[in-house]
């Protein structure tokens, strides 16, 4: 019998304490994608638990995500679009589950943060070898050839007070004979990067600071890779990938799944359209759905909140492209029936990453395409993807405490 059997009964009660004591520590609720609009934008899965959660902030922006967005924008120039799909107590083993949820192949890199439930369960090394191993050959298959996954190290633990005392080192020994594994794991496969932790940015309490901090020991690391990626795009890589069409069949179940369709009026939506109009000097803006042979606006302003047939409107193109759609002057189109002359638009993506529908801006006047500012476009469709994100109630992450585990 191992040592690590004969400590389960401890380690058990331990962890109730420690779950106890996490259930009241405030983390982020809030949109789990983390914007910083730019050209030719990088798109980054921060994926587990631990630091993923954001323990001790109120909100993603404070969190990792929101640090990590900025600090990948400063290195590389360009936008960055940071997701998190995390849950409290995942394990190495249960993590793939989260893999299911969303199109991973859209993602440039995956930041792994797995291995806190399992040291703090006193997970047997080689359970804990199998384990991490086979997360890391699902996250390898699930994306594309060139996609960086990049597992953050485990020491020392995120602790709160139950953890402390000699319990406490037992864990944090125990986590790093887990984090030497680790290193091992990745050492054997291509495209997996282990990266060392380090007590001055990983121990707790967590603060915006620390939050960092810790994005700053990362964020080096992952704009080498990627503007790597982003200077020689590969054929089958995410940058191609999400270039393309998506699968019309999955892109309407995706839709379906939201049930955006059958939700009522948003004044949040409202007024972030109006905002939209004002600081783009035009006539009217619109969220859209395309939902198949038919566009519906969820919201709209300035204009009438009409049904459209999808052969006719321009948001049938701006959802099979990744970034806007600006035509400068649409006589020609269908739409300059009705006397409309200008229209921009931004996809709008379901929590799991297909594009179902778009914010429109459209203007009686045409404009020249170049005066656009396409960063300020991609915010506002940022925020009313959050918006419409928490009007479903699924969002891509967020901390459960459904799960047994502690962190």
């Not at 990590?68 to 799909?85: I, K, N, P, S, Y």
């Not at 996954?149 to 020994?173: E, F, I, S, Y």
């Not at 309490?205 to 080096?220: H, K, S």
């Not at 606006?297 to 990744?322: F, H, N, Q, W, Y």
Request: contains cysteine; proline residues 7%.
């Amino acid at each position: 019998m191992q040592v690590t059997d004969l400590l389960a009964p401890l380690a058990a009660r331990w962890g109730r304490r420690v779950r106890e004591e996490l259930d009241v520590v405030p983390h982020p609720f809030d949109s789990p994608r983390q914007v910083v609009a730019g050209p030719d934008a990088d798109r980054v899965l921060v994926l587990g638990n631990g630091p993923a959660i954001g323990f001790g902030v109120l909100t993603q922006e404070l969190a990792l995500p929101g640090s990590l967005a900025r600090r990948l924008h400063d290195a590389t120039g360009r936008g960055v679009v940071v997701d998190v799909l995390a849950r409290r107590g995942t394990t190495a083993a249960a993590a793939p589950r989260l893999v299911d949820q969303v199109r991973m192949a859209r993602y440039d890199a995956v930041l792994v943060c797995i291995g806190s439930s399992d040291a703090y369960n006193l997970l047997p090394e080689e359970r804990w070898r199998a384990d991490l191993g086979q997360l890391a050959d699902i996250l390898r298959a699930a994306t594309t050839p060139t996609t960086l996954v990049a597992v953050l190290g485990l020491r020392p633990l995120q602790r709160p007070n139950a953890a402390l005392g000699r319990a406490g080192h037992l864990v944090d020994a125990h986590a790093e004979r887990l984090d030497r594994i680790a290193a091992e794991v990745c050492g054997r496969r291509t495209g997996v990067l282990h990266l060392p932790g380090d007590d001055a940015v990983l121990q707790a309490p967590r603060t915006p600071e620390a939050y960092d901090a810790l994005a700053g020991r990362i964020a080096p690391v992952l704009a080498r890779e990627l503007d790597l990626l982003a200077l020689r795009p590969a054929p089958d890589g995410a940058r191609r990938l999400r270039d393309e069409p998506d699968p019309e069949a999955e892109r309407q179940r995706a839709l379906d799944r939201t049930g955006l369709l059958e939700s009522g009026s948003n004044p949040r939506l409202d007024r972030l359209l109006r905002s939209a109009r004002e600081l783009f000097g035009i006539t009217g803006a619109a969220v859209t759905f395309v939902d198949g042979d038919r566009v519906v606006m969820k919201a709209a302003v300035g204009m009438p909140a009409t049904e459209l047939p999808r052969s006719v409107a321009p948001c049938d193109r701006t959802i099979r492209r990744d970034g806007a759609l600006v035509l400068g002057d649409v006589r020609g189109e269908p739409m300059a029936a009705e006397g409309w002359r200008f229209y921009a638009g931004h996809p709008l993506e379901s929590p799991d990453g297909y594009r179902i529908g778009a914010l429109c801006l459209l203007d009686t006047r045409a404009h020249d395409p170049l005066t656009v500012d396409r960063v300020a476009l991609a915010e506002v469709a940022s925020r009313i993807e959050s918006e419409l994100w928490a009007e479903v109630g699924r969002p891509l992450a967020g901390a459960s405490r459904e799960h047994a585990a502690a962190g």
